[in-house]
């Protein structure tokens, strides 16, 4: 079954202790992309990466970090974690930009 | 730049009746246009789309025409069910976006009583 997997689907953290949300996805797609969506805004692209090694910012970047060692994971790094930060993030995928996205469950992230 | 504006929620409607989620949207050129849908607890899930004007996206009985001259793309069903209840995004992809993100609306969430 084509999938995007993310987890955890739900995280409580404290400010300042890093976490990673890890996102993987089995239909060999060349572009995966993080969002976070908050209430009123709807979802805002993190980072996306056209490949393995190939990332780039989207637009809302600060706080974040994302790596791309193999196709199949992108992981989402919060390197010091801050409540507004806090937040329902989803993991996508598509093979190439333009072309339909596959979305994750969701990662509900709390920074207190 | 791109953007996305659709209106407010929640729209509450009564099982069978006709539903209009509207989406307006600004990009230049001929930008893509999407539907995505929420449904409680899950990822969004493509519903329908259109890359040209004039162009019907259609499925599950959901439809929305690509309307150029006005630059909307409205969301219609004509008989709701409960099972339709959940949050509905407009979301567009630019020529000129390349590599970059779908850019979505605000979400309109649709609650569908028995």
């Known amino acids: ?112 | 730049g791109n953007s996305v504006t659709q209106m407010e929620g929640p729209v509450t409607l009564s099982e069978e009746a006709f539903l209009t989620i509207n989406c307006t949207y600004t990009a230049t050129g001929y930008p893509s246009l999407f539907w995505y849908v929420q449904y409680p607890g899950e990822g969004l899930q493509l519903l329908l789309k259109a890359t040209k004007a004039d162009d019907k996206g259609s499925n599950k009985g959901f439809e929305a025409t690509y309307r150029k001259e006005t630059t909307s793309f409205h969301l219609e069903k004509g008989s709701v069910q409960v099972s339709d209840s959940a949050v509905y995004f407009c979301a567009l992809r630019g020529e000129d976006t390349g590599r970059r993100a779908l850019t979505f609306g605000s979400g309109t969430r649709l609650q569908v009583q028995p």
Not at chain 1, 2 to 16: D, E
Not at chain 1, 19 to 26: F, P, Y
Not at chain 1, 31 to 54: A, C, K
């Open chain 1, 1 to 112: 079954e084509a999938q995007v997997t993310q987890n955890p689907r739900y995280l409580i953290t404290v400010t300042g202790k890093k976490l990673t949300v890890t996102c993987s996805q089995n239909m060999n797609h060349e572009y995966m992309s993080w969002y976070r969506q908050d209430p009123g805004l709807g979802l805002r692209q993190i980072y996306y990466s056209m490949n393995v090694e190939v990332t780039d910012k989207g637009d809302v970047p600060e706080g974040y970090k994302v790596s791309r060692k193999e196709k199949r994971n992108f992981p989402l790094i919060l390197e010091s974690p801050s409540p507004n930060q806090t937040s329902l993030y989803f993991c996508a995928s598509s093979l190439r930009p333009r072309e339909k996205a596959f979305f994750g469950q969701g990662t509900r992230l709390t920074v207190v």
